[in-house]
């Protein structure tokens, strides 16, 4: 072996540039020749049949390349198709939850729908008093601090709404109308302390007025100490003071306080209409249409 | 001599034809990285180390044809010859030597690259391509040898920023 390294050491160089060129040129010739049959056309189909029955010929430089693309090349491969996924994924992913949003909300107005639905089904069993007619009306904004004081509704002087008209739904006596603008109005609702209902209580007939107290609630007010009133006792409106018709509910009697010496009796009410979830709404207007 | 930094860049030579060559190519023209890190080695490097490399490149970038590696390590390790040659014989000191003479190395592996693919239109193919692939490549160089010299470096750019 000593003779290639001097072989080496005198013509180094050149020995390496020679190994190179002969290593290129078998790379050459070894893409086409070396046991490659697939490089003619078979001439017939017998030929095809016994190539397809031959094992693959021996071909260096596609052994190479499958070792060089196995190491340069596959791992970038892997890399990119990751890459590609991801944002096939981050795309996808967007899309469905765009849908979903879509679906969510579709789902939530479906929801509301039905709950419309059942509202309105129950309404259809509420009958207005006599010699007035129903004005449906959606509210469009309430206001208050605490408790809502005011509301606006979709219906105004357009609508044939005034002032002072009472606002009831399904479950009894919301307010009156305050304001009135062309197509718009404003409710002034029970739980405004300023707004107060000439009451009577269903079963003894006593009378008192009904307004909200802060800090206290919905309240009857200046009821004689001697009358009768048990806590569940129905109230609805007297009818007198010409805004309200007589008989709706205002509420039911919570609890009874009594001072003594005192001319009044002081009675709380849970009222009849929740008033944090006013929805859809009636105008009471006189006359039959 | 070490082999590892020229793994790197054979990896790098991968990287650049599997990702690279689409990322950075400008309606169809892209860098000749190939020819552009062998013409780097040889003006760097000794005869032998540049010529090996230059077969070793000629290996990877041909690897996706088979019937053609040999070509591309010939004229690779070529280049590196005829291109180390040319730098011993010329005084390649200032900017625009080194410029010119990588602009050259890559328009001749273009053009024999180009020779040994076949096809048709091949003078079209070699000013489309070839011409404008080489003023590109020689782009890239220029940003390599400001970088390599010092006249650009990071801490500037940041003070720009």
Excluded at chain 1, 155 to 172: K, L, T, Y
Excluded at chain 1, 184 to 190: D, M, N, V
């Amino acid at each position: 072996m000593n003779w290639i390294s001097n072989l080496f050491s005198r013509y180094g160089r050149n020995v390496h540039l020679i190994t190179i060129a002969i290593l290129s040129v078998v790379l050459t010739y070894g893409g086409y020749t070396i046991g490659d049959r697939h490089g003619d056309a078979p001439a017939s189909l017998d030929d095809r049949q016994s190539l397809t029955d031959d094992p693959p010929p021996f071909n260096v430089n596609r052994l190479l390349a499958d070792g060089l693309i196995t190491v340069f090349y596959y791992p970038f491969h892997r890399i990119e198709n990751s890459v590609a996924d991801l944002i096939r994924v981050q795309e996808e992913n967007r899309e469905y939850h765009e849908a979903l949003v879509e679906v969510s909300v579709r789902l939530s107005m479906l929801e509301e729908a039905r709950l419309e639905n059942d509202r309105l089904r129950d309404i259809l069993g509420f009958d207005p008093p006599p010699t007035y007619t129903l004005l449906p009306a959606e509210v469009v904004s309430i206001t208050g601090e605490i408790v809502p004081v005011s509301a606006t509704i979709n219906r105004g002087a357009e609508d044939s709404v005034f002032v002072n008209q009472p606002i009831i739904n399904q479950d009894g006596l919301i307010g009156r109308v305050s304001t009135v603008m062309p197509h718009y109005a404003t409710i002034q609702l029970l739980t405004d302390p300023a707004n107060r209902v000439a009451s009577r209580l269903v079963t003894s007939r006593d009378m008192g007025i009904a307004k909200y107290v802060v800090g206290e609630g919905l309240i009857l007010d200046n009821f004689p100490v001697q009358a009768e009133v048990r806590e569940g006792d129905r109230v609805v409106s007297s009818g007198l003071g010409g805004v309200y018709p007589a008989g709706l509910k205002v509420g039911a009697v919570r609890s009874v306080f009594r001072e003594e010496e005192a001319v009044f009796t002081t009675v709380h009410l849970d009222p009849a209409v929740d008033f944090l979830r006013l929805d859809e709404l009636f105008i009471l207007r006189q006359g039959r249409q | 001599m070490r082999i590892i930094p020229y793994i790197l860049y054979l990896l790098l030579l991968g990287l650049f034809e599997v990702i690279g060559r689409e990322a950075v190519g400008i309606s169809g023209v892209t860098i000749n990285l190939a020819a552009f890190m062998v013409m780097a080695v040889s003006l760097y490097k000794t005869e032998t180390v540049a010529a090996w490399f230059g077969f070793a490149c000629g290996l990877v970038l041909a690897a996706p044809t088979p019937e053609l590696m040999g070509w591309h390590a010939l004229v690779l390790s070529g280049l590196a010859f005829v291109a180390y040659n040319v730098k011993e014989r010329l005084n390649l000191e200032s900017l625009y030597s080194k410029l010119l003479w990588i602009f050259g190395g890559v328009l001749m592996h273009s053009t024999v690259s180009l020779l040994i693919s076949g096809g048709e239109s091949f003078l079209f193919r070699l000013i489309s391509y070839g011409l404008s692939g080489a003023v590109y490549t020689t782009v890239l160089a220029l940003l390599f040898f400001l970088f390599k010299e010092g006249v650009i470096t990071v801490k500037k750019i940041r003070s720009i920023f």
